[in-house]
């Protein structure tokens, strides 16, 4: 397969870095940006190729291989120049287009654009991000959510504090003894990731990933002591388009918004946009205005500058002021292990959402069979995937009890959609023709539900 990367930025560097991972796929990338530096470090750094020039340059997309890629995948830090490009493409019948499209503009023509640039996929990472940010907030206990089965199951992430009902529980245990339906599907300790088996034994300070449908997750957190509900109010740091979008959606729940933002023309924009937001021009990084706009009483805390460094210092302020959620946004991630001892909570990283997408769609594409990949995340530090299948017809795996599966290591089916039936799979349970079934897995590379048998 061969795809063409145009941008370098943030998210291009981010999915040539995991394209390049793919080794199953047998993938061919080209990168193209104006800036010769960042391509040769791509070329360094990656089994890439790369051509310098603009891709709205029809000379230069041939340079790239236009004629002969499958993939076109347009993540400049213009929308305009992603969609040209992608309309350069449409002469080309077997290339299949993707754009980043962020402006707040577009987000009500979105599909207009789609349909006439014919474009396999339209990408809006902020919107992504504030989507995952909104979830957060919805249950603030979790530190991570992600979402299958059209939103209606989630994995959540949590941390094991010390004196836990958890604490010192086996995993088989765990429904027997509260009688909750979910599934410990990974535990990270320390540097290590598991998937564990009946027998793991929950430690505190483990954080660990469950699988639950959204109508039972609610009764397991409160028997194992952590609160539930939702947040009512929230203090956010940068009024970027992450924070427009989230704004948005906090606001149309009834969630009182607090925007901080020192651009005066970001300010006015922010109050027309947003009617039900209180938008302050300020500087987030000044403690006392953050102090005097009520931080300490704050249930949430999100910090959305657009520098790392600012959102980290200022996340590690707020927890020491408040015993609110607080949520980082992170865009670089070259010290990402540093971060990690940091224990700023709930990070989001806009550029993996893309990525994640992007990579499904990849895989996607490159199964004969077809599109059999639903949902795919990136769990457990992103050293885990949790994809979601929908079993075909005369699949291999179906009828078959799990217990009888001869499954690859690292492997977990961890929860079975039949008809808006959700299934917390043990041994005796089947696979059948219909369902969307979640696989946890510590591998890389999944294109059909096929590859998790040996």
Excluded: W
């Excluded at 992603?82 to 009500?108: G, H, Q, S």
């Excluded at 059209?150 to 529980?169: P, T």
């Excluded at 499954?407 to 961890?414: R, S, V």
């Excluded at 079975?416 to 041994?427: A, K, L």
């Amino acid at each position: 397969m061969n795809i063409i990367i145009v941008g370098c930025g943030k998210v291009g560097q981010k999915l040539t870095e995991l394209l390049s991972r793919e080794e199953e796929q047998n993938i061919n990338i080209t990168v193209v940006d104006t800036n010769y530096h960042v391509v040769q470090d791509l070329i360094n750094q990656y089994d890439v190729m790369g051509v310098v020039g603009s891709a709205v340059d029809i000379d230069t997309l041939m340079e790239a291989g236009i004629e002969e890629a499958d993939i076109l995948i347009a993540v400049t830090g213009s929308d305009e120049i992603n969609m040209l490009t992608c309309l350069m493409t449409k002469k080309y019948d077997r290339c299949r287009t993707i754009a980043r499209v962020r402006k707040p503009e577009y987000v009500k023509t979105v599909n207009l654009i789609k349909d006439e640039l014919s474009l396999a996929m339209v990408i809006n990472p902020e919107y992504a991000a504030a989507s995952a940010i909104a979830r957060i907030l919805r249950f603030p206990s979790a530190i991570q959510i992600d979402t299958f089965a059209k939103g209606r199951v989630e994995i959540l992430k949590f941390r094991v504090e010390e004196n836990s009902v958890l604490d010192n529980y086996r995993v088989q245990d765990i429904v027997a003894k509260l009688g909750c339906d979910v599934l410990v599907c990974g535990v990270e300790r320390g540097t290590e990731t598991y998937i564990p088996g009946g027998n793991f034994v929950i430690r505190s300070g483990d954080l660990v990933s469950v699988v639950a449908p959204i109508n039972g997750e609610t009764a397991f957190f409160k028997k194992i002591g952590i609160k539930t509900g939702r947040v009512k109010d929230a203090i956010i740091v940068g009024g970027g388009g992450i924070a427009y979008y989230l704004a948005q959606k906090l606001s149309a729940t009834g969630i009182d918004v607090k925007i901080i933002e020192k651009n005066p023309e970001k300010c006015d924009t922010l109050c027309q946009l947003l009617p039900k937001a209180t938008i302050i021009n300020g500087d987030g990084t000044d403690n006392k205005l953050l102090l005097e706009e009520g931080l300490e009483s704050a249930e949430a805390f999100v910090s959305l500058t657009n520098m790392d460094e600012e959102n980290i210092l200022l996340s590690l302020y707020a927890q020491t002021k408040t015993k609110g959620k607080v949520v980082t946004k992170i865009n670089r991630i070259s010290y990402g292990e540093v971060i990690d001892t940091l224990d700023l909570g709930t990070t989001i990283h806009p550029k993996n959402i893309t990525a994640e997408n992007i990579i499904k769609f990849v895989r996607a594409k490159n199964n004969s069979v077809g599109n059999n990949i639903e949902t795919m995340h990136f769990i457990l530090n992103e050293k885990a995937e949790a994809l979601e299948f929908r079993i075909r017809e005369n699949s291999p795996v179906s009828n078959i009890p799990l217990g009888k599966l001869n499954l690859k290591d690292n492997i977990l089916i961890a929860c079975i959609n039949r008809g808006g039936r959700f299934i917390i799979p043990r041994g005796s349970d089947v696979m059948k023709t219909g369902d969307s079934v979640i696989v946890v897995t510590l591998r890389s590379g999944f294109e059909d539900i096929t590859d998790i048998l040996r």
